[in-house]
């Protein structure tokens, strides 16, 4: 391979194969809670907190199952065959969402979650192997950073056909979409498979690692037994049923990660302590950042001003982009002063001769004409506000950088993480004042705050996700790699049911400001945990990436 050459023929294939599938993955969790609690257009009508339960263990389990599906491709299947299985899975699993029936949901997002066990880990892992050849990896960091733009390249744009789709025909369409850009997805990755074949390699097994046998006894099987009886036990200990099942069903396999640890050899102890050290800490900030598809989606619908400025109106209108409401006298659901779906004795919706509850803290100078009918930026749009900044921001950080490197000041992999939670911790101080200035929800906030809320977080977020991929291919023992960036999808998983957790308190709060400190807090807290071992993970970086 040419030495000038900075990065390898497989990151495109790779980079697209990603785009598209992160195109239905993220297509479905913008608009989740809004199918799940919608009430008019054929959604499930749940309350939010239900939304919210089934979010978290949805998205928490999506980022468990990668451990299974890192262990199996670096022990048995390799990283070809587990990738292209896990897009079919999930490819399968969202044209399942477009069948409106409870029973096909749930089989449907468990295909998911089986199939990104198998795609995320192991197309992640396989993008550091095309760079362990010499002449590319100097560049290891800076691939996954333009790999990571790929992936939210898809997330930005998913979130516009999402609301075509619901606007035009309904919410299965949106959900086929999903499905349709996952294949696309698997049909890029194999026309690309001749230049990461020689990438996929099977590592043996050393004496000291655990064989599948024990693996299966010692770790799937009572994972899967104790999150059965954690759901069936009678009353709930974290809260709901879902939250049990996910917190017992981790316990195994947190204990295989600690005695991983403690049966490593002296070489590899060190970087694998690290390693999962880091994990530890980022669980903070997945617990904050996975609120895009709860907490805030609930501010983005309810809280913030969406009506279509006159400039892009009619663009949008044309594009079916906006929701069409009247401010009239109808027959609506029932909404209490929270937001939240009024029921009767049965469970139902109750209805009322009202208005939409949009226009329920609309400032009165602010109110349209009675029998206005009113153009509302659809609400999945706004989480395309994350990937856009990820776009246009990931140029910006890697010249950052580069310019850093140049000048010898490049901080370490391990000072980025820490440096990504500090950041974002402040991300959280735009809702507090957002929250504040719309006097805690009585009138509509205006829409720069979600979005300046959403451009902090990427900047941590930025420094943080892609670089903590970049750590694990890096410091991870050759023949653990994918079992480790399972360990990080293991992280990002417990975060993700813990952001669900968070989110269900939302109504708990009387002053939303004080649920945004929360956040702040957690965050900080992770902040201030990983600078003080920042020595300490330095040392072992130093003594094991070379």
Known sequence: MPATKKHPAALPFLFLAEMWERFGFYLILGIFQLYLTDTAKGGWGMDRKTAADIFGTYIAFVYLTPFIGGLLADRIMGYRKSIILGGILMGLGYLGLAVHNLTIFYLSLALICIGNGFFKPNISTLLGNVYNDEAYKANKDLGYNIFYMGINIGAFICNFFAAFLRNTIGWGAAFAAAGVGMFLGVIIFIIGMKHYRHADVLKPAQPEDMPMSSILAQVFLPAIAVGVAGWFIPGNIFGSDSTDAFIFACLPIIYFFANLLRKASKQDKRPVAALLAIFAVSIMFWAVFKQNGTALTTWAQYYTDREAPKAIEKPMEKLYLVEKIANEQDSVTAYDKEFRVIRDANGQPVKLWGKNPYFSNVAPADMPAEGTTVNLINTELFQSINPFFVVVLTPLVIMFFVWLRKKDKEPSTPKKIAWGLLISAFSTFMMVAAVY???????????????????????????????????????????????????WFLATSIGNKLSGILATLWDEYDNKANYFLVNFLLLGIAAAIIFMMLRWLNVIFKENVK
Request: charged share 10%.
């Open 437 to 487: 200035v719309c006097s805690n929800g009585e009138i509509k906030a205006s829409p720069w705050w979600l979005i300046g809320c959403y451009g902090v977080i990427t900047v941590g977020e930025l420094f943080l996700s892609p670089m903590g991929l970049s750590l694990v291919s890096k410091l991870s023992p050759a023949r653990l790699t994918s079992l480790m960036m399972g360990g």
